[in-house]
């Protein structure tokens, strides 16, 4: 079984009118919402395995958002030596999941197949999809790939012992979620807000609204196992209803 441990090291105040895709449509006054911003650290028999590497620090206020501290702090406080990842998966390429990929010049980096083919492709470059990241992160996953270290994931695939991802696009073209040890469901962007996916509320920022309504139902789905546990990828919630400790954030 693998520790679980999610890092909190951002926060955005929002509205719901903001961060919902067409808020309008259910007729509620609109209202402030917090976002959180995770990376998660998975150790088990001293092996560490990162999902997502969170955003680079100066990417953060020209897009309005604070940095609580800074990820390669955070990793450092837990005693984690960047040399010492065994692998990053990458849940997809938006530039809150993929800064600092180039400290960890020794991990192997899993992408979902769709989410290469999607970046690396000349419709990426239309704003509507590339203020979603940053030309350098994308060039750090470039040169990573470039020593042969980005292995691509396919549909539904273990990447490592206990470590299962699916992809299933919506939020961005490839989006993949990670289950870890048949139990704990990290649904990165897939569900950003507990609210999101108890109302099935598509997010603003999309790529197939199908798409990510579907994976509303397999999350849900996948969410009714015995023991399973659905965890947001922004929702502020998450230190609250886990065992926390400063910006460490207990899963199991
Ligand atoms: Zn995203």
Redesign the pocket.
């Known amino acids: 079984m693998h520790e679980i441990t999610a890092i909190r090291y951002g926060s955005v105040s929002s509205t719901k009118s903001d961060l919902f895709l067409r808020y309008g449509t259910y007729r509620e006054p609109d209202a402030p919402q917090e976002m959180s911003f995770y990376f998660y650290v998975l150790r088990r028999d001293g092996e560490v395995t990162l999902i997502d590497t969170g955003f680079l620090p100066s990417d953060a206020p020209p897009r309005g958002r604070e940095c609580l501290i800074a990820p390669d702090a955070a990793l450092a406080a837990l005693r984690i030596e960047p040399d010492a990842v065994a692998r990053v998966i990458v849940t ?1 390429c ?1 530039w ?2 993929i800064g600092n990929l180039d400290l960890f010049g020794r991990a192997e980096i899993h992408v979902p197949q769709r989410e290469l083919d999607f970046w690396f492709s000349p419709v990426a470059h239309n704003p509507q999809f590339w203020s ?1 990241t940053e030309a350098h992160a994308i060039g750090q996953l470039e040169a990573a790939r470039a020593e042969g270290r980005v292995t691509a994931t396919g549909a539904d695939e273990e990447v490592a012992p206990g470590v299962r991802v699916i992809t299933v696009g919506g ?2 073209p490839g ?1 993949q979620i990670v289950i870890v040890d048949d139990r704990v469901i990290l649904a ?2 897939a569900v950003h807000l507990y609210e999101e996916l108890e109302l099935e509320r598509p997010f603003a ?1 999309i790529s197939d609204l199908g798409e990510m309504i579907e994976a509303y139902a397999l999350i849900k789905e996948l969410g009714t196992a015995p023991g399973a546990v659905v965890v947001p ?1 922004h929702d502020p919630l998450v230190a609250e209803r886990f065992p926390r400790e400063d910006f460490a954030v207990r899963i199991a």
Request: proline share 0%; hydrophobic share 10%.
């Open positions: 997809h938006h809150d999941h979603h939020h961005s989006q990165s962007d920022v990828g």
